[in-house]
């Protein structure tokens, strides 16, 4: 059923992904580099919060660390804060700072400015197998104190273990704590705040999922991504793109056509399907990384006259896109408009390196580079 091929086109030297905003801590691929020491204090801070045992560690710890579902019921329970820094191995590079279930706002020693000031997200993760109310008082305590000190956090509610959940029960369950919540941040005259809310599970795709949408809001350039994503697959008669951190497959962008899980579930199993072969069979010794690079390629058909078709884009970074077998014809076409769509986002991410502060480039213009240079099916 797979065919994998080692691709030689196209591929122009290594690409270095070092323009994301320095506040934002996206440093260049070279380790050495220079942006990356100034980036590392400063990098957006993802916070998990939310009551013992709802699953915090084990989330962090099955996206970031490959740990597999059935190995956190190990985990300890964490009694202080853990701060991860994700950021050797993958595009996305931002410190998780994991809490101990039992945390005191009210203690002396809880520093809120310096918590919640340099913060992007914080995560507030709810176990819906259990009884949720004393959850729900924590979440309001937690995001009116963290908006007070920050008002430009970003709150995320995972509504967590709905796999032990039927469909009724699920959609029942994120109703409930919506409204809720909600109620209690109206009744305290905090409508202004906003939260968004997922079903996750870390037995299925929904956790990395719901951990890319997280990353995404903290990612300046995401329209312009995701402008490019659409006018790569129209010109390419390609159904759906995921542009894709290959370590943690979290996508940092897609098209703007609806997602589906299945096609992400798709898209992130080939991911590993790729690195586990280039693992095993790949490779020169001479790399630590080698089982992704710059020569990484591989085209799957699928019994239903569908094709995967994954390309490296730069270091940290793969696009998978899902089409129909008869588009695929013109292979020639897509790899010009892949090269194409890699250039604008090589150019993309070094407007801010080359000068130092600019404003994000608006997208006609972006869109004017791409087009000019698109051949069109
Ligand atoms: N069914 C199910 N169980 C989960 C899921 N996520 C985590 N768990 C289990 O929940 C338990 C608690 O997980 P932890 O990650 O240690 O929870 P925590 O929030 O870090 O707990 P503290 O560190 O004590 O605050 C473990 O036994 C996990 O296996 C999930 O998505 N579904
Ligand atoms: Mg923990």
Same mark, same amino acid.
């Given at each position: 059923m797979a065919s994998y091929e080692g691709d030689g086109g196209f591929t122009t030297g290594s690409y270095v992904v070092g323009s994301f905003p320095k506040d934002y801590g996206y440093g260049a691929d070279d380790p050495d580099h220079d942006t990356i020491v100034t980036a590392l204090d400063s990098k957006p801070r993802i916070l998990l919060m939310g009551l013992r045992r709802s699953g915090k560690s084990s989330i962090q710890k099955v996206v970031f660390h490959k740990m597999s579902p059935n190995e956190t019921l190990f985990l300890e329970s964490t009694n202080k804060i853990v701060k991860d820094d994700v950021s050797n191995s993958s595009f996305v590079q931002f410190q998780i700072w994991d809490f101990p279930g039992q945390i005191d706002f009210f203690d002396p020693t809880f520093d809120s400015e310096t918590i919640f000031g340099g913060c992007g997200a914080l995560i507030f993760v709810i176990d819906a197998q259990d009884d949720y109310m004393e959850a729900l008082a924590r979440l309001h305590t937690t995001v009116s104190r963290a908006h007070k000190v920050n008002p430009n956090i970003k709150f995320e509610v995972f509504i967590h273990k709905v796999d032990g959940l039927s469909d009724d029960h699920k959609i029942e369950t #994120? $109703?409930?704590?919506? #409204? $809720?919540?909600?109620?209690?941040?109206?009744?305290?005259?905090?409508?202004?705040i906003h939260l968004s809310f997922y079903l996750t599970s870390i037995y299925d795709h929904s956790i990395f999922e719901a951990f890319s949408k997280v990353v995404q809001k903290l990612i300046p350039q995401l329209p312009i991504l995701e402008n490019l994503l659409n006018i790569f697959i129209s010109n390419s008669g390609i159904e759906k793109a995921f542009l894709f951190d290959v370590v943690s497959k979290i996508y940092i962008a897609t098209d703007s056509s609806p997602v589906d899980m299945q096609s992400y579930e798709l898209c992130c199993d080939m991911i590993d399907v790729v690195i586990d072969v280039s693992c095993i069979y790949g490779g020169s010794e001479d790399t630590d990384n080698s089982a992704f690079d710059q020569q990484s390629s591989s085209i799957i058909k699928m019994n239903n006259a569908t094709i995967l078709y994954l390309r490296e884009v730069n270091k940290f970074l793969a696009i998978v896109c899902i089409m129909r077998e008869d588009s695929f014809e013109r292979q020639g076409l897509i790899d010009y408009n892949f090269h194409c769509f890699r250039k604008a986002i090589t150019e993309v991410f070094n407007v801010r390196h080359k000068h130092q502060s600019p404003p994000i480039p608006s997208s006609p213009q972006t869109n004017g580079i791409l087009e000019e240079n698109l051949g069109k099916t």
């Open positions: #994120q $109703r409930d704590i919506y #409204q $809720r919540a909600n109620d209690d941040l109206a009744d305290a005259g905090l409508e202004s």
